[in-house]
C-alpha cells in the first residue's frame, strides 16, 4: 500500500518528535472509525522497508496491506454502525 492511499482513505498523519520518541523523530496514520475504534499505520520507517500497512489500534493480529481491502473494511463497519 502507499501513502497516497492512505491519504486517499482519509487517514490523518500524526508526527512524533525525536524528544517525544526519545529517539527519532518519524510518522503516522490514523483513522478513527467511531470513538472507540481506530485503524493504525506502521510508520515510516517501517513503511520504507515494507510498505505501509495497517491494524487496529491495540489490536494487532489483523493486518491491512491492500488498499482496496482496506477500503472495503471502512465502508462496511460504517455502513453498520449505530449512531
Known sequence: MKEQDLLDLGFE???VS???SGHVRFYYYTYNIT???CLI???DGEAKKEGWSVHFFDYDHIWFSNSED???LICVIEKN???
Open 13 to 15: 498523519r500524526n508526527d
Open 18 to 20: 525525536a524528544e517525544e
Open 35 to 37: 470513538n472507540e475504534l
Open 41 to 43: 499505520s506502521s510508520d
Open 70 to 72: 482496506l477500503k472495503t
Open 81 to 83: 454502525t449505530i449512531k
